[in-house]
């Protein structure tokens, strides 16, 4: 996925995090011409302490992707370790909320 940091975004995310300080406004966004399904819900607001590996689980069974299928998730070009929290970074334009969701590779 490829997502643009627009100033609407950052201001939606202040707003979000000033009335839920606990919370952590995630954005989930499909990378154009992946073979996984489009998901129904895009925005989520988790808890600070769950981990990558627990929203990955999330996002998984929202859209019934089977356990013999792979989806990486990126965060600002990298992939985070499953073990990781989810959090929130305040620099402007450095928001930790947008995963990309990519289809495993083929292996021949």
């Known amino acids: 996925l490829r997502v643009l940091f627009t100033e609407h975004r950052c201001v939606e995310s202040a707003k979000i995090r000033a009335k ?17 399904v489009d998901i129904d819900k895009r925005k989520y607001l988790v808890p600070s302490d769950i981990t990558v590996a627990q929203f990955m689980w999330i996002i998984r069974k929202r859209i ?15 992939v985070p370790q499953s073990r990781n929290c989810i959090y929130y970074s305040p620099i402007p334009f450095h928001f930790k909320y947008c995963l990309q969701l990519f289809p495993a590779p083929l292996l021949a």
């Open 20 to 36: 839920y300080p606990d919370r952590v406004p995630v954005i989930v966004e499909k990378v154009s011409g992946s073979q996984i």
């Open 64 to 78: 019934q992707l089977p356990s013999e299928k792979a989806i990486f998730l990126f965060v600002d070009k990298t």
